[in-house]
């Protein structure tokens, strides 16, 4: 193994997840499957045909250089939305090759209509408005510019959606601010409609949105995380379950990312581990040591806070994270011998390490690991 780390990508749980949502979802909904960041860290070229054989025909990127990855592997009939980055530059190339994209920037509107009549073909947009997360989206007044200038090129523009993003479903503190959201696309929706233009799509929700509020899912829904198994937090997988008669978690971890034990030591009583003050052993350690750091994507902030999976059993991350290795605790574990396998994420035995086992931290940061696992590590797919 040159690698010092490795990943398996199931396609059994991702046909279990598909299946699940489209269940959950119904046929009323389509679903947008989201596979920015090289599809959650999972690989595009290895997630995608996966997805697509279960019957979605919709992929999500965040940028046009993805959208052109999916491109090549999904059949031509196959929808794609690019929901944030294309430059200026790349805009005729992805109005000519068919891309849906998002519109929140009154520049990209105007360019979008001069190249459509270039090419004298639509451009497929999905409009964005602002409803209170504050980030992207047309604020009401350039909404109203926006649909003007739709109105007078509607041989340029198929307006393929109306859209905006939540600002954080996953989390009950939420609540009100989430409803408002919902409220405001509806109110948006009917202002379009009454101006003449019906979008194809309505759509707000990502995971989170989509499971515990029904009412966001308008007709289509962007699901991200889901897909690969795991929930977008703890408190997302409480609601669903609490709603439900069978006690078991319907999803299943699609990555297994391993790695094994390098070496093994002991660590005498009052010592610190690893560079600095921040772990000192209160009593003598058995430490195993584990060929990933921060340059493979497993992020800082899980010194002293992150778990792996060894002989199934749970283990701390203790010390810091260094640059390519992490050190930790296998005291409890009498059997762990240098080569046995690490996980970093996944199952092992009857264990679990998911996102958001470093119950702790943010979720985000759970989202942030997998995003960052790095590219050149080859994805392998298993049954
Ligand atoms: C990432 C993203 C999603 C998917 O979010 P999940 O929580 O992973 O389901 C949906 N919509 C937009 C605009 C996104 O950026």
Redesign the pocket.
Known sequence: MSYSTQIHISKSAIKNNINFLQRHFKNKVRI?S?V??NA?GHGIEQFVPEVEKCGINHF?T?NFAEAKRVRKIVKDTTDIMI??WVAPDDLKEAIQDGYEF?VFEMGRLTNALKYAKELNIKAKLHLEVETGLNRTGFCHSEFLQAIEIIKANRDYFEVKGL?S??AGP?SIANHVRVKSQIKKLKTYKEEIISHGITPEYC?I??????ISYPEARFDL????????GFW?SKETFLRFMSSRTKKHDPLKRVICWKSQIMTIKEVKIGEFISYGTSYVAFEPKIIAIVPIGYSNGYSRSLSNNGRVLINGVPCSVVGLVNMNMIIVDVTHIFSAKVGDEVVIVGDQKNHTITVDSFSEISQQVN?EILSRIPREIPRVLVE
């Open positions: 947008s989201v920015k960041a959650y999500s965040f929901l944030g998002f859209c993003h939540l996953e759509h929700a990502c995971s989170a949105g989509a829904v962007r699901v991200g995380i889901m897909q690969y977008s989202y």
